[in-house]
DNA sequence: GGTGAAAAGCTTCGTGT
DNA sequence: ACACGAAGCTTTTCACC
């Protein structure tokens, strides 16, 4: 299932609406250098095909007040399926939480990718949200203090 | 700067563009309650103000041929302003890393995340690009086995 | 699989309230 | 500030190569 013929013109497509999502079909044919029918053919089928996943509109952290990223690592009492299954439902019910990622490493581990207003809101989630689930046994915060590189756009250059 | 005053249209409008950046105006003026004129000049105000960032396709990993998704946390040697901008502009050249952040910690710390083909080509990558960086010190790998939450959305409840 | 033209729809102004 | 209506452009769909 995964990997489809994809040619160069495919790639450059993909390549393109990855950056701009609201770019026009004319646009878009005119620099993958195709009419628009046939691109706009192309871009339906890369959708049905399941490579398009969906559109998008990204925010401005900082001017939506939320200029606090924090990585938390945690990790589980024990990794039965019910306390695995528990937490994740858990922690799904929280917006601020953006990634949340079931890793390898000493025990049951999940990194969490949260954004925050400020230290107070971080504070009161850490110790009446996350620390009352159940199964939770530690919890270490990294806070970013700068984000080099926050991409959205995948590489294409290993398709061939 | 953050934090203009954003009513309860303003917010709703951003909520709905959030997860669907390819919403009509027509609809999405439907959806909070207000003509098309006055929906599309919130949304160029909003663009305006620097809260609306930009629109972009999210494309499947895996049927990209990108299954594996990889947390790496960099430690360099020393702290030095150089050292830094050094290993933060050979980083930024791969397209594989999609995240870059400076956190907090023991040491200088990145953490990064890549995604990957598979594990042969994660192997080059650590040894003859990572590893090659001046100043790297110490990496330490976390895969990851699933993806809980990967969301683009930010959270609006804290807007009063 | 690519090209070209016509119809339907959306967006964007200007104007009025 | 919002609503209405006209003009311009985009997408879509069709027939054809």
Known sequence: MPIKKLDRIDRKILDEIQ????????????????SPSPCSRRVRQLEDAGIIDKQVTLLNQS???LPLTIF?????????????DNFERSISTYNEVLECSLITGSDADYLLKVVMPDMSYYEKFLLKELN????VSSIRTSFVMRQVLNRTALPLSHIK
């Open 19 to 34: 950056r701009d999502g609201n770019i026009s079909n004319l646009e878009l044919a005119d620099k993958v250098g195709l």
């Open 63 to 65: 001017e939506l007040g």
């Open 72 to 84: 938390i690592h945690v990790s589980l009492e024990k990794q039965l399926p019910k306390t695995l």
């Open 132 to 135: 009352q689930i159940e199964g």
